[in-house]
């Protein structure tokens, strides 16, 4: 198999262009962004873990396809943090969250 050609490589690029990706943790965030993050990995490892997919588990958390997926790609600037701590409570019905 050979390197792909100009118009092969044109065609992936501009696709990309279009795609947003996943975000990562910023090496500056704060408490509550890396609070935020580890939501949306634990979210993302229950998914794994329980071998389901994104509409399985947007419906198992009431969600739309679109909103998990955004969760699963860590673009959560639309969710409070209220949101996803409900969400998360939802795979782990008994966390508390406990401030200091």
Known sequence: M???SEKELARVRSKLKKSDGFLMLSPDADELERFRFMICQELL???NQHEMNAVEMAKFLGITKADMSRIFNHRITRFSTDKLVRL???INPD?????A
């Not at 966390?95 to 401030?99: D, G, I, M």
């Open 2 to 4: 050979g390197f792909p």
């Open 45 to 47: 490892k229950h998914a």
């Open 88 to 90: 998360y409570s939802k």
């Open 95 to 99: 966390y508390r969250l406990k401030v």
